[in-house]
């Protein structure tokens, strides 16, 4: 990691939110969520903020290097429609160490629609793999 990526570094993405992105499509409780409105769902504008962080990250990164999530503390304020975009703005709160902490927003050009923090930890893939592995072995399912 080099030492550009440091407090106040900021980058903004702007993704489209699809019928596929709402949570009636989520995958878990399927009969449950299927009555609920057709909205952004959180788990949606988290992946997004996380994607705008890692994207950041990747600026800084040494070749080989990518992040992990470590931890999320977002709140979720307004509805998003499909047919809207979202707007995520990430800016470096701190770096200490390889762990990078991220204050997050989102808006809908309409609505705030999220904000919070999000951690990420820059790891060197060549040491990831071998790990990830053997929890596959010892799990006895495929590794990524």
């Not at 504008?45 to 990250?57: G, H, K």
């Not at 600026?59 to 047919?83: M, N, R």
Request: charged letters at 20%.
């Amino acid at each position: 990691m080099r030492d550009t990526l440091k407090a106040g570094v900021t980058y903004r993405e702007t993704f489209p939110v699809t019928p596929a992105n709402t949570v009636p499509q989520l995958a878990v409780a399927a009969d449950e969520l299927a009555a609920m409105p057709a909205v952004l769902a959180t788990p949606y504008m988290i992946a997004m903020m996380e994607i705008a962080c890692t994207n950041l990250i990747r600026q800084h990164a040494d070749p080989g290097e990518g992040s992990l999530g470590i931890k999320v503390d977002v709140a979720h304020l307004a509805a998003t429609l499909p047919g809207q975009s979202v707007t995520v703005d990430v800016e470096v709160a701190e770096v200490t160490g390889r762990k990078v902490a991220f204050k997050v927003t989102a808006h809908d050009g309409i609505d705030k629609i999220g904000e919070g923090r999000h951690e990420r930890m820059v790891v060197p893939w060549d040491r990831v793999k071998p790990s990830l592995a053997a929890k596959a072995a010892k799990a006895g399912v495929k590794a990524p």
